[in-house]
Structures are given as C-alpha cells and as structure tokens.
C-alpha cells in the first residue's frame, strides 16, 4: 500500500473519529459517576509509584504501578471516536501532576495537531509524526535508555496512538518497537499502544505481546471476542470518548477517565 493511501486511510479514521464524537457527545451529561473533587484528583493523579488511570463508577481511583513490570505494555483498542487518544493524553497530563520528574512521555502519532495542548508540558519528551524518520529514532533512544534507567527512579511512557494506521509502511521501527513491547517494562520504559480493532487482522503478530488491555467500545462482537474472548461484559454498551474496560487477573473492570487538565 502507497504511503499516499495509508495517509489518506488516517485522514478517514481521524474524520470518523470527529464526527462520532459530534453525534455523541449531547449524551454526556446523562451519564454520572461519583467524581471526587479537583483537588483529590490531582493528588492521586501520581502517587509516588503508581499513576491515575481512572475513576471506577464509585469513584475510587484505577492506579497503575509505574515499577512492577508483570502488567507488561498496555494495548488501547476501541472503535473510531472510543476514545483511544482521549486515554492516552490522560495518561499524559496525569503523569505531569502534580511532580514531572519522575515520569516522561513521548508521542508517536499520525496527528501531531492533536497533541499540540501537551507539548508544552514539562515532562513531554516530544511529539513526532509516526511516519517520519525521527520517530524511528526516538525508538533508537528508548532502547539505548533502557540500560541505565533501571537505576534510577525515571519512568517513560511511549504512547503510540495508531499502530494499525502504520501497517504496510517502512519497517524500520519494528525490530525497536518490538524490543520495547519485550523489555521496557522491566526497565521503566511503558509501550501504550492505540489501535482500531476494525484493522486489526493486519496486526495479529503484534497482540501476543499484550496481557494488559483497555478497551473501549467495540460495536462488533467479533472484534469484541477477539480483544477479550469471551466478553462478560458488552463492548457495544460503552460511552464512546469516556469509558473503558480493563483487563485484570480477576476480570475486567470498568472505569471512566478520570478529569485531569
């Protein structure tokens, strides 16, 4: 496939995406969930070892443990408009409250306007258009960093949002980007990787490496029990931009993004 039509296959998604959320978004106010002050959000947003993830429907915080690598890297899945980029800019701004220094991020994207609000933040290592070639070398980095960061209390999350958009286009970032999936975990370096399971047969080789998953809604059940196998709870019924599910050993937990700005 050209690199001319993959751009324009992204440009489709990114306008399906615009107008779901259009459709949708009149809909919010009906849904409620216990939200905890401002102030109690921002204090739990980092915890020392563990970051915000969400809100479970009676408030009480989704944590995610920065330095235990049995969670492995984290696949973000849903249908156009789910909100897979609305999570990982969450994990962004969380990771930025209320003290930077311990965790950066770095954004691979075919959208880098969407990202323009986070670039600013301190902790915001840079954003880069996946296509380019200095994606490949901000892998290049990550593997290079992998070896010292373990000795330190430094965490980086690598949130690549679209790696189906990716499918058919130069290679050069998947011997690295494979390496990451494999190791960075345990060396505080965290692949969160969005994809739309609408493509995701081009990507059946890369979802072995995910144990851990969040997913929003998914409106065919194929791709449904493809994401979770037998679905106890029902994809279709999730709100589209807000809500999610996540894979734990004893289940799947629901769960909305938490309000951090």
Not at 101 to 118: K, M, Y
Not at 206 to 219: A, P, S
Request: net charge negative; with cysteine.
């Amino acid at each position: 496939m050209s690199t001319t039509n993959q751009f324009f296959l992204a440009l489709q998604a990114y306008q399906e995406i615009q107008a779901k959320l259009r459709r949708e978004s009149h809909i919010l106010a009906d849904k409620e969930i216990a939200r905890p002050e401002a102030s109690t959000i921002r204090a739990m947003a980092f915890s020392g070892s563990s970051l915000l993830v969400g809100l479970a429907d009676d408030g009480s915080p989704v944590l995610f443990d920065l330095y235990d690598p049995a969670a492995g890297p984290v696949l973000v899945a849903g249908d156009g408009g789910s909100g897979k980029t609305a999570f990982l800019q969450s994990l962004a701004r969380a990771s930025n409250l209320p003290d930077p220094g311990d965790v950066q991020f770095g954004v691979l994207t075919l959208f880098p306007e969407e990202w323009t609000a986070l670039e600013s933040l301190p902790n915001c290592l840079g954003i880069w258009p996946a296509y380019h070639p200095s994606a490949v070398g901000f892998l290049s980095q990550l593997v290079s960093w992998a070896e010292v960061l373990p000795e330190t209390r430094q965490v980086v999350f690598l949130l690549f949002d679209g790696l189906d958009l990716m499918t058919g286009s130069s290679s050069q970032y998947q011997p690295d980007l494979r390496w990451l999936l494999t190791h960075g975990p345990e060396r505080q370096i965290w692949p969160v990787i969005s994809v739309n399971p609408a493509r995701m047969r081009h990507l059946r080789s890369w979802l072995d490496y995910f144990h851990t998953r969040v997913i929003g809604r998914v409106k065919n059940g194929h791709n449904a029990r493809l994401l979770m196998g037998e679905p106890t709870i029902s994809l279709a019924d999730l709100f589209p931009g807000r809500q999610f599910v996540l894979s734990r050993p004893d289940g799947w937990l629901k769960f909305w993004l938490p309000p951090v700005e």
